[in-house]
């Protein structure tokens, strides 16, 4: 389960050229995938079923035209470098980009794998990318291959078509959405900002998430995601870029050519932390263990001590304490002492969240 990980060079890199500020766009793309795939983001159903009732047929029928824009991934024009105030000032940035550029991002870099990235050819000039692209939309469904065919044959007019498209969940969800959760991004922002400044980007990384670390020569962002890429901020910096509607996904603008952006889900009151992997893969480990699962079945009744579970399994004392730590290194048991006893329990909490804490591993 464990992997390289996403790197983001930033050697170099000044604190004026790290740029926190919340995204219209960006959470608008964050609010289409949320609505794509709803199982990713259980935290969200109430608003998920609300917001899908209340849309009118045409207007969902064009959305799951284009849903492979931000269904497996998003494409990187929708989680902007230089945030704006506004949805139409992003909008019309987006505008800017050649055609090229809009139709690599659209059909190719919105592929989710987790091989290095490269710079790729334009599938508007290019036979070979443009037969990659269209299969790749192809395996998303039919009316997303007439959709990437469209674009490939007319850019301007499929461009402007999106464009329409997400002016009109802007009136229809998005801007009563936004409004309700704009403030609390920007005071997020402000936040990091000051923690740059007062105590350096290792504080803000770990308030980023507890899967943004820097390496040990201060040289590089590692993101803990199931990905093996690389990036440079070198001559443009990084934005960080809150998001309330994203968890559990940690979003990473990874391609050539882009300026790095990671989109991070707020810390919300009454829901965990994010688990990082090597944690998840130490407790899978630890329970793979047919004597350990034995194990955590006597503790998960209550406490007990050594010598009890090694009576209980006819086990050594000298095993029991071998397999207790590996339970204890793993963060699935609880110690305390009665006396001169020690007690060992299983957190049921911790156990109980292993299947989501995976799950937002592996979707991360």
Same mark, same amino acid.
């Given at each position: 389960?464990?992997?390289?990980? !996403? ?15 919340? @995204? ?5 793309? #964050?609010?289409?995938? #949320?609505?794509?795939?709803? #199982? ?16 009118? $047929? ?13 269904? @497996? ?77 469209? !674009?490939?044959?007319?850019? $301007? ?19 009563? @959405? ?55 901020? +070198?001559? +443009? ?6 998001? #309330? ?120």
């Amino acid at each position: 389960m464990g992997g390289v990980g !996403l790197t983001i060079d930033i050697a170099g890199v000044p604190d004026e050229r790290f740029i926190f500020s919340p @995204s219209p766009l960006g959470e608008l793309a #964050a609010m289409l995938h #949320a609505l794509a795939e709803p #199982a990713h983001h259980p935290a969200l159903h109430g608003w998920i079923t609300a917001t899908a009732a209340s849309l009118k $047929p045409e207007l969902s029928d064009r959305l799951l035209e284009a849903d492979f824009l931000w269904r @497996s991934a998003r494409a990187d024009f929708f989680v902007p470098g230089r945030p704006r105030d506004t949805l139409a000032a992003e909008l019309d940035d987006v505008d800017r980009l050649d055609d090229e550029t809009y139709v690599a991002a659209a059909l190719i870099t919105t592929s989710c794998g987790s091989t290095p990235q490269r710079r790729l050819r334009s599938p508007l000039v290019d036979a070979d990318a443009r037969h990659r692209a269209r299969e790749l939309a192809l395996a998303r469904g039919p009316r997303q291959a007439d959709f990437a065919d469209q !674009l490939l044959a007319d850019p $301007p007019g499929v461009r402007a078509w999106v464009r329409r498209l997400l002016e009109d969940c802007e009136q229809a969800f998005f801007a009563e @959405s936004w409004a309700r959760v704009q403030h609390q991004l920007a005071a997020d922002s402000r936040h990091k900002a000051d923690l740059l400044a007062r105590h350096g980007l290792d504080a803000v990384l770990a308030a980023v998430s507890p899967a943004t670390t820097r390496s040990p020569d201060g040289r590089r962002i590692l993101i803990d995601k199931l990905q093996d890429n690389a990036t440079s901020a +070198q001559g +443009q910096g990084v934005t960080f870029t809150p998001t #309330a509607f994203g968890r559990p996904h940690l979003l990473v603008v990874h391609a050539p050519g882009w300026r790095p952006v990671v989109q991070y889900p707020t810390a919300e009151a009454g829901l965990p932390h994010p688990v990082p992997l090597d944690l998840v893969q130490r407790r899978i480990d630890a329970l793979a263990h047919p004597v350990r699962r034995r194990i955590a079945r006597t503790l998960a009744r209550g406490p007990h001590t050594t010598g009890e579970i090694a009576e209980a399994w006819r086990l050594s004392a000298p095993e029991v304490s071998r397999h207790l730590a590996v339970l204890k290194q793993a963060g699935l048991t609880t110690v305390s002492r009665r006396g001169r006893y020690v007690h060992h329990q299983l957190d049921l909490t911790v156990c109980a969240r292993l299947g989501a804490d995976f799950v937002e591993a592996i979707l991360r």
